[in-house]
């Protein structure tokens, strides 16, 4: 059973920094494709950062520049670094696996930064 826990999450203040991790069991993330999606209050869901099997990136143009997608594929693990967070980044953020029978998702972690 494929199993993917996000952490990391927390308050931080406008300007600060969070990293986010993404453990995967189940599944080996270095052959797969993953995604950090995020849901603001009130918000649809928005995928903000991909990183394939061959280890390309993708950022939604919001956050380029400030967020950073990676994988450690010892540790199975998926990362989010955010940089110089704003207010409205602020947000429940998702692991995500596509697959062709549909996506696995985290259970998210939360975001909150304050001005």
């Known amino acids: 059973q494929v199993q993917l826990v996000e952490s990391g999450g927390g308050l931080v203040q406008a300007g600060g920094s969070l990293r986010l991790s993404c453990a995967a069991s189940?599944?080996?993330?270095?052959?797969?494709?993953m995604a950090w999606y995020r849901q603001a209050p009130g918000k649809q869901r928005e995928l903000v950062a991909t990183?394939?099997?061959?280890?390309?990136?993708n950022y939604v143009d919001s956050v380029k520049g400030q967020f950073t997608i990676s994988r450690d594929n010892a540790k199975n693990t998926v990362y989010l670094q955010m940089n110089s967070l704003k207010p409205e980044d602020t947000a429940v953020y998702y692991c995500?696996?596509?697959?062709?029978?549909?996506?696995?998702w985290g259970k998210g972690t939360l975001v909150t930064v304050s001005s």
């Open positions: 995500n696996l596509p697959t062709v029978l549909g996506h696995i």
């Open positions: 189940g599944v080996i993330i270095s052959v797969n494709n």
């Open positions: 990183i394939t099997s061959s280890g390309s990136t």
